[in-house]
């Protein structure tokens, strides 16, 4: 089973800047499409940006323009750098990633990690 592990959550004043990170791990396998979702309390989880296999990159409107996806498939890893944080940004945030795993069968499934608090202060 392949695990996705998020990291660089914190708390920040509003205009700064974090770089959160998801780590896979497991074995075989490779990573297709890989999303950042948040969640603030009492509402729904939310897209933020996806980036494809290919890097093709898409973004919610609220963070268009202040944070960059990006991810490094020799190191299994994805990143969201934020910048200009708004206290709106605050949430937890977590890594979806589309996920190919061969262990004698090829399968295809998704695996979210388990969140990182990201917290703007104004």
């Known amino acids: 089973q392949v695990q996705l592990v998020e990291s660089g959550g914190g708390l920040v004043q509003a205009g700064g800047s974090l770089r959160l990170s998801c780590a896979a791990s497991?074995?075989?396998?490779?990573?297709?499409?890989i999303g950042w979702y948040r969640q603030a309390p009492g509402k729904q989880r939310d897209l933020v940006a996806t980036i494809s296999s290919g890097g093709d990159i898409n973004y919610a409107d609220s963070v268009k323009g202040r944070f960059t996806i990006s991810r490094d498939n020799a190191k299994n890893t994805a990143y969201l750098q934020m910048n200009n944080l708004k206290p709106e940004d605050t949430a937890v945030y977590y890594c979806n990633a589309g996920v190919v795993q061969s262990m004698g069968v090829i399968g295809f499934y998704e695996v979210w990690g388990q969140g990182t608090q990201v917290t703007v202060s104004s």
């Open positions: 497991g074995s075989s396998f490779s990573i297709t499409a």
